[in-house]
């Protein structure tokens, strides 16, 4: 037995679309179009179909046009970009590479902090290096978290970026990364090598700025000079510096004291650090501080107690340091010159430079400002 029909539902009745003329037709796909337009600006991203229904083609002549890779008439060209650029349609490069095999246009740089203004210098180097080349810079931090770290790296190579730059974490294993490098991906490590790769490194002179700090602090009287280093200890820049403060040690015949070394990662923990060391018997006369976060920490405390007469020489320099009083003297880094190197050679791997992975040495120079000229007690007596 055939079922009861269901009576329609009134609704008024449609004459956007329904037109026998050829202008008829012109007049409704223009309106389509419109309503097109409008529903795609309250509800969703342009597609390349709305662009081919836009033109009135198929979504493979869009895309011969946007991609350069097949034939197109003038006039369909101009007509696709006039559609493309009235509806806002972005393609997606990333999903093109992808299905194509090839590179994305971008390259991806993992720091291990956002905040600090050495690793901003840096990024910011890279990034107008690549940007005449046409590449895009993403980047990430990973909070020195080894986790972290292969996390962003991971999200990288899915979207197969052209280079990728890494500050390695502590404890970080980038032997993941052998495959992609042997494929001609472009790896660089900044500020410290990588572990289980036999990748690009660019560094500073760790040791040798070191030992050129603690020497200044020497020379002008300073027998017991406390050292503030970053944690965690086996950070590479660590054991580098700490290891050019020893050197300046043995090499001017000074003992070396435990009690005189300390540790700290952020600027509180170093201004913690800094009253503790000044609390001893027989205190520090001058500080050296491991990076620019600490030598942050140790002039806040420094000025908290009051302290005019212990010299300060950082690694690395800090914003304004000028304006302290007295000014900081620092051994100062290039930021701008590692992140230049580490994308000129990244560069000329991804141009087909094949030849065997290489470290290479920035050097740092000694700004002299005041702080680290403080003479020792003794002599400030005599």
């Known amino acids: 037995m055939p079922r009861p029909r269901r009576p329609l539902a009134s609704r008024p009745p449609d004459h956007s679309t329904r037109h026998s003329t050829a202008s008829g037709r012109g007049r409704g796909r223009s309106r389509r179009a419109q309503e097109t337009v409008f529903s795609m600006a309250a509800n969703r991203r342009p597609t390349l179909a709305d662009v081919a229904r836009e033109v009135g083609v198929s979504a493979k002549t869009v895309s011969r046009v946007l991609n350069e890779d097949g034939p197109a008439s003038p006039e369909t060209r101009e007509q696709v970009l006039a559609a493309v650029a009235k509806l806002g349609f972005q393609p997606n490069l990333m999903a093109r590479n992808i299905r194509v095999g090839g590179p994305d246009t971008t390259v991806g740089l993992v720091i291990p902090d956002l905040g ?6 840096v990024a910011r180097s890279i990034e107008d290096t690549v940007r005449d080349r046409g590449l895009t810079l993403l980047m990430g931090s990973s909070a020195d978290e080894p986790d972290r770290e292969r996390a962003l790296t991971d999200k990288f190579l899915a979207r197969r970026v052209s280079i990728l730059l890494v500050v390695p974490s502590v404890g970080a294993d980038h032997s993941h990364l052998k495959t992609h490098r042997a494929t001609g991906l472009p790896v660089v490590f900044l500020d410290r090598p990588g572990v289980g790769l036999a990748a690009d490194s660019v560094v500073s002179s760790n040791r040798t700025g070191s030992h050129d ?13 406390g050292f503030v280093g970053d944690l965690p200890v086996k950070l590479y820049t660590r054991r580098e ?5 020893r050197e300046a040690l043995d090499r001017a015949g000074l003992p070396y004291d435990r009690s005189l070394v300390t540790n700290a990662h952020d600027q509180q923990g170093a201004s913690a650090a800094t009253s503790q060391l000044l609390s001893l018997t027989d205190p520090p006369t001058a500080l050296f501080a491991g990076n620019n976060i600490v030598a942050l920490g140790i002039v806040a405390e420094l000025a908290r107690s009051r ?9 690395d320099d800090v914003p304004l340091a000028e304006a302290l009083e007295p000014a900081l003297t620092v051994v100062a880094q290039d930021p701008e010159e590692i992140g230049r190197t580490a994308a000129t050679t990244a560069l000329s791997r991804l141009d087909g430079d094949r030849t065997r992975a290489r470290t290479i040495t920035v050097p740092t120079r000694l700004i002299v400002r005041g702080s680290g000229e403080r003479p020792a007690p003794a002599l400030q007596q005599a």
């Open 241 to 245: 510096r700490f290891t050019g403060y």
């Open 116 to 121: 600090n203004p050495f690793f901003g210098a």
């Open 307 to 315: 302290r005019k007469d212990v010299a300060v020489v950082s690694f």
């Open 213 to 225: 700090g603690v020497a200044h602090l020497i020379a002008h009287g300073h027998r017991r000079i």
